[in-house]
Nanobody, 121 residues
Framework: QLQLVESGGGLVQPGGSLRLSCAASGFALDDYAIDWFRQAPGKEREGVSCISSNGGRTPYVDSVKGRFTISRDNAKNTVYLQMNSLKPEDTAIYYC??????????????WGQGTQVTVSS
C-alpha cells in the first residue's frame, strides 16, 4: 500500500532549524519526483520545492530560497526538507507529495498526512 509519512515538525523559535522527513513505502521512491507543500492558516496550499528522481531541485517559493534545502536518500526511501533561519511566516502544515513521474512535472498522485511546523517565540 502506497504511503507517505511526514515527521520532524514541531515548535521552534525564530531563527531556528528543523529537518522534515517524508518516509515512502509501498513503491520505489527512486522512480518518482517528490514535492514539499505547505499550508498556512487561512491560506491556500503552496508548493515549497520539488526534487526529481535523480536529485534535481526546483524551488517554488522565493521566500525560502537560501534557507530551505530539499534532498533525498533513495536507499532509505526518504525525502528531507532542511529548514534553517525559520521565520514566523513559515508556520504551516507541511506536506510531502508524489509526482506521477520522475520529473517535477505532471500531476500529484499521492499526499502525506502533513506535519505541523510552528515558528514562535
Amino acid at each position: 500500500q502506497l504511503q507517505l509519512v511526514e515527521s520532524g515538525g514541531g515548535l521552534v523559535q525564530p531563527g531556528g532549524s528543523l529537518r522534515l522527513s517524508c518516509a515512502a513505502s509501498g513503491f520505489a521512491l527512486d522512480d518518482y519526483a517528490i514535492d514539499w507543500f505547505r499550508q498556512a492558516p487561512g491560506k491556500e496550499r503552496e508548493g515549497v520545492s520539488c526534487i526529481s528522481s535523480n536529485g534535481g531541485r526546483t524551488p517554488y517559493v522565493d521566500s525560502v530560497k537560501g534557507r530551505f534545502t530539499i534532498s533525498r536518500d533513495n536507499a532509505k526511501n526518504t525525502v528531507y526538507l532542511q529548514m534553517n533561519s525559520l521565520k514566523p511566516e513559515d508556520t504551516a502544515i507541511y506536506y510531502c507529495a508524489r509526482r506521477s513521474s520522475r520529473w517535477c512535472l505532471g500531476p500529484i498522485d499521492a499526499w502525506g498526512q502533513g506535519t505541523q511546523v510552528t515558528v514562535s517565540s
